[in-house]
């Protein structure tokens, strides 16, 4: 199986469901964990979002489950906000803080009333505003400020190849919070757990065709050696059996194409 096998084919429900399985959780242990209704779990592992009662709710649902059974509560609720908005589902409701648990959501009569004292400062201000036109004051003229003449652009340095990995232990190092399952070539889960910024994973050096399953690669740097390899997926999505073989991240590290160059900026 190559690198990128599996990369964005799995969704919210699915992932969830897969952590469930490997932490050996019946739907009812995650209903207890959660105080989650198991019927909402139930439409959550079907992907069936329009079966709760609203975009909060389903997040927050969702970021809940993924807490009770180890999994990337982030990567998660990305998910979920993606399959809503290709599923076409219209958001009524105005949402100015980040969807988070039911529990944490203002009651409506709060939002209301944020919303009348807003415009109630608004108006104070525009009020102020005319006050102080009409009172024969002028507003400062802006000064003029003359240009500097442009200088022509820095000429570009040639593309360089990143360098290529020789040899050396296979280590992982988050950059912020991820979610990461390692399995041998049996399929035995060697690691599954959550790594949080800084913290680092080296590979066994006997692991027998180790591969990598994570979300989230940008927030996952990965060397050989020392000597870090390009990203295994694209951002915000999930990459499922990754190689990753000193061999294989190698042959990827010579494969991937040489860095293009931004041109230097105009003083």
């Known amino acids: 199986m190559s690198d990128t096998d599996g990369i964005g084919a799995a969704t919210a429900g699915t992932m969830l469901r897969d952590a469930r399985d490997d932490a050996k959780l019946s739907l009812a242990d995650v ?6 209704p198991q019927r909402h779990l139930e439409a959550i592992e079907r992907d069936d979002f329009n079966a709760l009662p609203s975009v909060t709710y389903a997040v927050g649902f969702a970021r809940a489950y993924a807490r009770a059974v180890g999994a990337d509560e982030v990567a998660v ?9 290709h599923g076409g589902r219209e958001r009524q409701e105005y949402q100015a803080f980040e969807p988070a648990d039911p529990a944490r959501v203002p009651p409506r009569m709060l939002a209301w009333t944020a919303a009348v004292i807003a415009l109630l400062i608004l108006g104070g201000y525009a009020i102020w505003r005319a006050t102080m036109r009409g009172d024969g004051t002028e507003a400062p003229a802006p000064v003029a400020v003359a240009s500097a003449p442009a200088r022509p652009a820095a000429a570009a340095p ?3 190849a990143p360098p290529t990995p020789t040899g050396g232990p296979v280590v992982l190092s988050a950059t912020d919070a991820v979610w990461i399952k390692i399995t041998d070539v049996s ?14 994973y080296q590979v066994p050096t006997d692991a027998q065709e180790p591969k990598l399953t994570f979300s989230r690669p940008e927030a996952l740097t990965i060397t050989v050696g020392g ?4 990203p295994l997926g694209p951002p915000a999505k999930l990459v499922k059996n990754a190689l990753l073989t000193p061999e294989g991240l190698r042959a990827r590290a010579a494969a991937a194409p040489a860095s293009t160059p931004t041109a230097a900026p105009t003083p």
């Open 187 to 200: 399929g035995k889960a060697i690691i599954q757990k959550q790594l949080n910024a800084g913290e680092t």
């Open 31 to 36: 209903a207890a964990r959660t105080r989650v």
């Open 158 to 160: 040639a593309p360089t």
């Open 227 to 230: 000597v870090a390899v390009p």
């Open 77 to 85: 609720a990305a998910l979920v906000r993606s399959q809503l908005e």
